[in-house]
């Protein structure tokens, strides 16, 4: 059970979210729209197709012109002309046939088209014929795709709350929009706290260490589809810190910073909080103590930027492993919020699978370990628990990336990571063959 001074990891989401509201949306072009939220409800513009056109390179005809066609009985019609793609064909005479191509507009009168290879032309670049024997007998509307089959003007194509990817753009394209209302991608700011920061691959003076979690953050916005905003690091004073909050509240919809939120002489923004009437008079922050290991010391509140607006700020942790953790179940669903994700909530699990090795976790405090997928171990443990809900697929298994097992500070290994495993409070760790949950982590797009 987590301690009376602890509150549930969900609970602080909640109360998180509840504070934020979806960005304002704009007017984006289509090209500029993947992976934006979509603001309206969109019905077609346009007819699709837009006009009745061939589905195969070919000839136009009327239907009843070829009746009788077979292999051996082929029906002969003079071709009139050619119906290229991109331009509108004159009407068929009857008793005649015309070139057509795949996509081009059927010329007024045809009602079927026979496929090349069903007449005694070959398929490729020739000159115009002059006739054209056909072998197979067409139906009406053989080959021919009617204007607003796919859908017509007026038809609901698309719901507000879409994630524009690639297919729901050219959804849209294709019903005669250019420009659609989305919400933009919400801008992240990083502020990391700490004297002992220096920039990654510099040499360290005693007590100094690379600043992984301002490069681990902006990682992790790309990786949520957000934009990154730059990230400053703040001496560990309240003035210094209150100057980095302030200016990357300017171009920001979100500051997060990492570090000086737990119980250290020195805690920046502990010392800022507890002095609002000098250099923090622009900021507020609030401190919780949620139940969850790694990323116990939570800080969340807002900046005034100089143009008066209120920037939501999420102060996580300093530990990396707890960044990590407290990027995953705070600051993502933070952002799917902002960006107008519909159902932005606390990240919930997605998969279960089985501890191949032990580890220790706190009891009254949830686990999320980082875990990397591993064969089965040889022997399996005995006896092997069944899943809470009874037996199901097998299960994957999985290992604490790190031999330590549980560290909030063990940066090095995180590269394998995964997932993060999650241990409820009541337990103590996990034991070879339990059974955890896992949340999966943000990741870079893979190539194809
Ligand atoms: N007396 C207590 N001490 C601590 C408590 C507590 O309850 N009582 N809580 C512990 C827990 S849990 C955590 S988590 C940490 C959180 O500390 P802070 O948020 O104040 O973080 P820092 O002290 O600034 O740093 C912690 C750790 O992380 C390293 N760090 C910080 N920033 C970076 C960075 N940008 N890149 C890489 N590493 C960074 C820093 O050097 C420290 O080692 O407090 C515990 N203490
Ligand atoms: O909560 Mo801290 O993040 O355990 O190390």
Not at 102 to 120: F, K, N
Not at 127 to 152: D, Q, T, Y
Not at 316 to 331: A, E, M, Q, R
């Amino acid at each position: 059970m987590p301690s009376p001074t602890m509150i549930p990891p969900e609970r602080y989401v909640d109360e998180a979210l509840a504070a934020l509201r979806p960005l304002g949306a704009i007017t984006t072009r289509l090209e500029d729209a993947h992976g934006l939220v979509l603001a309206e409800d969109v019905t077609a513009a346009l007819p699709v197709p837009p006009w009745t056109n061939s589905a195969m390179d070919g000839y136009a005809l009327r239907a009843e012109d070829a009746a009788g066609a077979a292999e051996q009985a082929p029906v002969v019609l003079p071709v009139s002309g050619d119906a290229p793609a991109g331009s509108a064909p004159a009407p068929l005479a009857p008793g005649t046939a015309m070139r057509i191509m795949t996509g081009a507009m059927l010329p007024e009168g045809a009602d079927a088209v026979v496929r090349v290879e069903d007449t005694d032309q070959s398929p490729g670049p020739h000159p115009l014929p002059g006739r054209i024997a056909i072998h197979a007998a067409p139906a009406i509307g053989l080959n021919v795709r009617r204007a607003g089959e796919g859908c017509a003007v007026g038809d609901p194509v698309m719901r507000a709350g879409t994630l524009l990817g690639a297919t729901a753009i050219s959804a849209l394209a294709s019903v005669g929009r250019g420009e659609v209302l989305a919400r933009p991608r919400p801008r992240v700011a990083v502020v990391s706290t700490g004297a002992e920061l220096v920039d990654p691959g510099r040499s360290l003076a005693p007590g100094e260490i690379p600043d992984s979690n301002s490069l681990l953050l902006a990682g992790l916005v790309r990786e949520c589809g957000a934009a990154f905003a730059g990230a400053r690091r703040s001496a560990d004073t309240a003035e210094d810190l209150a100057r980095a909050l302030v200016e990357a509240a300017q171009d920001a919809d979100l500051v997060v910073t990492s570090g000086g939120v737990s119980a250290g002489a020195f805690d920046p923004l502990t010392m800022l909080a507890a002095r609002p009437a000098g250099p923090g008079a622009r900021v507020r922050i609030g401190f919780a103590k949620v139940a969850m290991q790694p990323g116990k010391p939570q800080g969340r509140g807002d900046i005034v930027a100089d143009d008066g607006r209120e920037v939501p700020l999420l102060c996580l942790p300093g530990n990396p492993v707890s960044v990590l953790v407290s990027f995953t179940l705070v600051v993502a669903p933070a952002l799917a919020l902002l960006a107008g994700h519909p159902r932005a909530t606390a990240a919930a699990p997605a998969s279960r699978a089985r501890a191949a090795a032990a580890w220790t976790g706190p009891r009254g405090r949830r686990q999320y370990i980082p875990v990397r997928v591993v064969g089965a171990p040889d022997p399996l443990p005995e006896p092997l628990p069944a899943p809470p809900d009874g037996t199901g697929p097998a299960l994957p298994w999985v290992e604490p990336t790190h031999r330590l097992g549980s560290g909030s500070h063990l940066v090095s290994s995180l590269g394998a990571a995964q997932a993060l495993a999650v241990v409820d409070e009541g337990s103590t760790g996990a034991r070879p063959g339990d059974v955890v949950s896992l949340i999966p982590l943000p990741s870079p797009a893979r190539p194809h």
